[in-house]
């Protein structure tokens, strides 16, 4: 990481220009997520989401791996491990609704490994870029676990039902390819050039109209839990509201004066 760069327990925080970078630091560990590391990360996505600076949001791991999952060690050496795991999962889950919730485009930048939580906190994000060999699964009945970070909410609708029960229940890795065929991740990417394409795509969304890609995520997410015809009255209000509005305006100029749109 660069210059202005902010060190939290586990995590780094650096903005490079209108993008926010969060980035799991205990390579030590592979970036496995302990109480303090996971309550770091949510504080450091709900800070981003709050500040307006802050155009889009990168998530990345340093080291060898993204996240290789829940801190196996410290769940273990826990004095109340039924409290420590429900504060784990708690914490993760508000990051996680953050996410999901917040106005702003958030990118995964996943290489190495993407296991357990690690490939929970991967299926929130708006866009999910895998380096090269990355390996990645759901890995938590491999230990004894059950799904965290709203891992089983959201597989099902990504990659169906069929694949869930199997990544779920056998537990076993898959590959960048792979994970690209079942939709998991929007592309694959050379190992050394991750970080650069992240970057590039945070600032091309940095650059682009912030409400319409506010409503953007809200019916994309909403879409989810709503009927055909429930959505279509959301689009109608939506389409319209955007339509009365300054983005509209410079877009739709822009693109009859056939110029590139200068979104502020």
């Known amino acids: 990481m660069g210059e202005g760069t902010r060190g939290r327990t586990g995590i780094k925080v650096e903005d490079r220009g209108a993008v926010r970078w969060v980035v799991f630091d205990r390579p030590d560990r592979l970036n496995a997520l302990d109480l303090p590391t996971a309550t770091a990360w949510a504080e450091a996505i709900a800070e981003a989401a709050r500040e307006g600076s802050v155009r889009a949001v990168v998530l990345a791991g340093e080291g060898r791996a993204f996240c290789s999952g829940g801190d196996l060690r410290a769940f273990r050496e826990a004095p109340d491990r039924h409290t420590y795991l429900r504060d784990v999962a708690d914490t993760i889950g508000s990051g996680v609704l953050e996410i999901k919730s917040m106005d702003k485009p958030v990118i995964a930048a996943v290489h190495g490994h993407a296991m357990g939580v690690g490939l929970s906190l991967l299926l929130p994000c708006d866009l999910k870029l895998a380096a090269s060999g990355t390996r990645m699964g759901m890995s938590y009945v491999n230990v004894g676990l059950s799904p965290g970070g709203g891992g089983s909410w959201m597989l099902p609708r990504m990659v169906g039902t069929t694949r869930a029960w199997e990544m779920l229940l056998l537990g076993e890795p898959l590959t960048a390819e792979r994970a690209l065929r079942l939709g998991l991740v929007t592309q694959v990417v050379p190992h050394e050039h991750l970080r650069e394409e992240?970057?590039?795509?945070?600032?091309?969304?940095?650059?682009?109209?912030?409400?319409?890609?506010?409503?953007?995520?809200?019916?994309?997410?909403?879409?989810?839990?709503?009927?055909?015809?429930?959505?279509?009255?959301?689009?109608?209000?939506?389409?319209?509201?955007?339509?009365?509005?300054?983005?509209?305006?410079?877009?739709?100029?822009?693109?009859?004066?056939?110029?590139?749109?200068?979104?502020?």
């Open 198 to 264: 992240a970057q590039a795509i945070g600032e091309r969304l940095a650059r682009g109209p912030r409400e319409a890609i506010a409503r953007i995520k809200r019916l994309l997410w909403t879409s989810l839990e709503s009927s055909l015809e429930d959505h279509l009255r959301k689009e109608e209000a939506t389409i319209a509201d955007a339509a009365a509005g300054a983005e509209f305006e410079e877009g739709s100029r822009a693109f009859l004066e056939r110029r590139a749109p200068r979104f502020e």
